[in-house]
């Protein structure tokens, strides 16, 4: 696994969006939770994770809920130790209702490449499963599938 450290360039800020969207897709919460420091602060939504355990917690929550959770991000702006993500999201209940979840993120990193502050902006529109676009098996969104811009999201 490639550590990429700050100041970023766009190499290296587009890579660490790259890892967190391919690690996020795993819907593994230990795997996530790798990639933030021991004492990370979060903001999602109304929810205040703080460390590696309340990460876990939350990860584990989110996704019992958010069933068939497939994730694309896309680097929006970088500088220093910091980058900015905007990212969609698909996903159902367990009604069977599908949803397109929209955010932004800012994250800031230490010295070791770890993420220590996630703040996240998100919102839910329900769809139509017929309106999905992400259709790849679970899991690694493939190298040749559309991102966000190109999806016109």
Same mark, same amino acid.
């Given at each position: 696994?490639?550590?990429?450290?700050?100041?970023?360039?766009?190499?290296?800020?587009?890579?660490?969006? $790259?890892?967190?969207?391919?690690?996020?897709?795993? *819907?593994? /919460?230990?795997?996530?939770? #790798?990639? =933030?420091?021991?004492?990370? $602060?979060?903001?999602?939504?109304?929810?205040?994770?703080?460390?590696?355990?309340?990460?876990?917690?939350?990860?584990?929550?989110?996704?019992?809920?958010?069933?068939? =959770? %497939?994730?694309?991000?896309?680097?929006? +702006?970088? +500088?220093?130790? *910091?980058?900015?993500? %905007?990212?969609?999201?698909?996903?159902?209940?367990?009604?069977?209702?599908? =949803?397109?979840?929209?955010?932004?993120?800012?994250?800031?990193?230490? +010295?070791?490449?770890?993420?220590?502050? @996630?703040?996240?902006?998100?919102?839910?529109?329900?769809?139509? &499963?017929? &309106? $999905?676009? =992400?259709?790849?098996? #679970?899991?690694? @969104?493939?190298?040749?599938? /559309?991102? #966000? +811009? &190109?999806?016109? #999201?």
């Amino acid at each position: 696994m490639r550590i990429f450290l700050s100041p970023f360039t766009l190499e290296t800020a587009t890579a660490k969006v $790259r890892k967190a969207e391919d690690d996020w897709n795993t *819907r593994n /919460p230990q795997l996530v939770a #790798l990639d =933030y420091s021991e004492d990370c $602060r979060w903001r999602n939504r109304v929810e205040f994770p703080v460390g590696r355990a309340e990460i876990i917690e939350f990860l584990t929550r989110k996704w019992n809920k958010e069933l068939d =959770y %497939r994730l694309i991000k896309e680097l929006w +702006s970088y +500088s220093g130790n *910091r980058i900015a993500v %905007r990212f969609a999201y698909e996903w159902h209940d367990d009604g069977g209702q599908w =949803y397109r979840s929209y955010g932004n993120e800012n994250w800031e990193f230490n +010295s070791k490449g770890l993420n220590k502050r @996630r703040y996240a902006s998100i919102n839910d529109l329900p769809i139509k &499963e017929a &309106e $999905r676009k =992400y259709h790849w098996p #679970l899991g690694r @969104r493939p190298d040749n599938h /559309p991102g #966000l +811009s &190109e999806l016109g #999201l």
